[in-house]
Nanobody, 125 residues
Framework: HVQLVESGGGSVQAGGSLRLSCAVS????????MGWFRQAAGREREGVAAIGRYGATTGADSVKGRFTISRDSAKNTLYLQMNSLKPEDTAMYYC????????????????????WGQGTQVTVS
């Protein structure tokens, strides 16, 4: 079965950096859509960044220039490098995967993603 396990969250001061990891089993990330989502308290889950099967990436306007999504095919692991963190980045961050087209993938619509991790908390103060 497909399993996604996030790690790397924590507490950091504004302006700091964190790198989230998502170790995946049961699904080959290099030929599937992968994304990072986040959910702040009292808000809906939103798509932060996504990477399609052919390597194209997309990111939310709020994180462009600060967050970078990448993958290591040999380790079957997805990453989210987060720089210049702001208090408004505070949220639970989720890794997600979908056997979907690149158009659907890069649209970062959460209903299209079928596999989810348990989340890792990021707190920026």
């Amino acid at each position: 079965h497909v399993q996604l396990v996030e790690s790397g969250g924590g507490s950091v001061q504004a302006g700091g950096s964190l790198r989230l990891s998502c170790a995946v089993s049961g699904l080959t990330i290099s030929v599937n859509c992968m994304g990072w989502f986040r959910q702040a308290a009292g808000r809906e889950r939103e798509g932060v960044a996504a990477i399609g099967r052919y390597g194209a990436t997309t990111g939310a306007d709020s994180v462009k220039g600060r967050f970078t999504i990448s993958r290591d095919s040999a380790k079957n692991t997805l990453y989210l490098q987060m720089n210049s963190l702001k208090p408004e980045d505070t949220a639970m961050y989720y890794c997600a995967a979908g056997r979907i087209s690149d158009n659907a993938c890069l649209s970062r619509n959460r209903v299209d993603y079928m596999y989810w991790g348990q989340g890792t908390q990021v707190t920026v103060s």
